[in-house]
């Protein structure tokens, strides 16, 4: 499995870059993220892909579905990324967000990132 493609999603990030009233409603908006996730994938990107979504705040306690894992960050979901990506080694590792700071981070790191548009419709 190391040879397939680690996407981390940034949940809080992704779901808030269309104002769509996902405000009223964060743990419903990341599971329409997560449930899009794992009916259509990652546009683009043929071949086996690991998907982890990263949630946090209101969202947290989202549960994982077949082809979409959801993980909880405990603290801070960019931290929490971060991590995923230092474990995944040699990986190749794709992060999907807006957040500068966050694609600083792990592009440093060797991860290259795309932005939300990337898996929003």
């Known amino acids: 499995m190391s040879d397939v493609l680690l996407v981390v999603v940034d949940a809080a990030n992704v779901v ?16 329409r993220l997560r449930d899009r996730l794992a009916a259509d994938g990652v546009p683009g990107r043929p071949g086996a892909v690991e998907i982890v979504l990263v949630v946090e705040g209101a969202a947290r306690g989202v549960e994982s ?5 959801v993980e909880s960050a405990p603290g801070s979901g960019d931290d929490h990324m971060v991590e995923l990506v230092a474990e995944a080694g040699e990986r190749p590792v794709l992060v999907v967000t807006a957040d500068r700071e966050l694609r600083r981070r792990v592009g440093e790191l060797g991860a290259e990132v795309a932005g939300p548009r990337t898996v929003r419709p």
């Open 16 to 31: 808030g870059s269309v104002p769509d009233g996902w405000w009223r409603d964060r743990r419903g908006a990341a599971e």
């Open 65 to 69: 579905v077949p082809g979409v894992r």
